[in-house]
T-cell receptor, first 113, second 117 residues
């Protein structure tokens, strides 16, 4: 099936540092979504991207939809302890069909105070 | 506006029993999706439903699994004769239909964690 390659798999950083993670695919997607999941909870939508080249911010989070429509990145600036969690990218459309999200395996973020 | 509701949050079943997982979408959302998540993995699509219709079940195992979204009431994911390999977190998501018929964001519930003994 369709796959998204998400990296890095995990990150251990100091509070205040910036974080960058990305997703790549061999397939084209129409929409890229970034979610955060905390233990025992469902994924929470952080940012949605709809157009190639689009750069969108949500507070300290910034995400971009790659020009080729096959990749996306998420940056977190000035990390804080509550940023801890698993961050998932997900693609929608063309690459996996218009109905189902294709998820990456996640980036596990740990922030040390 | 309440979010996506799922119950139960935790479900324990013995091998061979049936598991029923319920999902109530966000108000105004008529599209429901079910995903399964194994430990240390991302979510995997199972099925997409609209009211009274299964639109895409390409991710559903061919046997023992079924889903419905009746005209009234929540969506149900049913697993018959559960086996240990069915142990996972099952998430429901819902989305609105926007202008032009496009589907965009999917909003997730808290999940049901199924443990098969």
């Amino acid at each position: 099936g369709q796959q998204l390659n998400q990296s890095p798999q995990s990150m251990f950083i100091q509070e205040g540092e910036d974080v960058s993670m990305n997703c790549t695919s061999s397939s084209i997607f129409n929409t890229w979504l970034w979610y955060k999941q905390e233990p025992g909870e469902g994924p929470v939508l952080l940012i949605a991207l709809y157009k190639a080249g689009e750069l969108t911010s949500n507070g300290r989070l910034t995400a971009q939809f790659g020009i080729t429509r096959k990749d996306s990145f998420l940056n977190i600036s000035a990390s804080i302890p509550s940023d801890v969690g698993i961050y998932f990218c997900a693609g929608l459309g063309l690459g996996g069909g218009y109905n189902k999200l294709i998820f990456g395996a996640g980036t596990r973020l740990a922030v040390h105070p | 506006n309440a979010g996506v509701m799922q119950n139960p949050r935790h479900l324990v079943r013995r091998r061979g029993q049936e598991a029923r997982l319920r999902c109530s979408p966000m108000k105004g959302h008529s599209h429901v999706y079910w995903y399964r998540q194994l430990p240390e993995e991302g979510l995997k699509f199972m099925v997409y439903l609209q009211k009274e219709n299964i639109i895409d079940e390409s991710g559903m195992p061919k046997e023992r699994f079924s889903a419905e979204f009746p005209k009234e009431g929540p969506s149900i994911l049913r697993i018959q004769q559960v086996v240990r390999g069915d142990s996972a977190a099952y998430f429901c998501a819902s989305s609105p239909v926007l202008a032009g018929g496009f589907l965009y964001e999917q909003f997730f519930g808290p999940g049901t964690r199924l443990t098969v003994l």
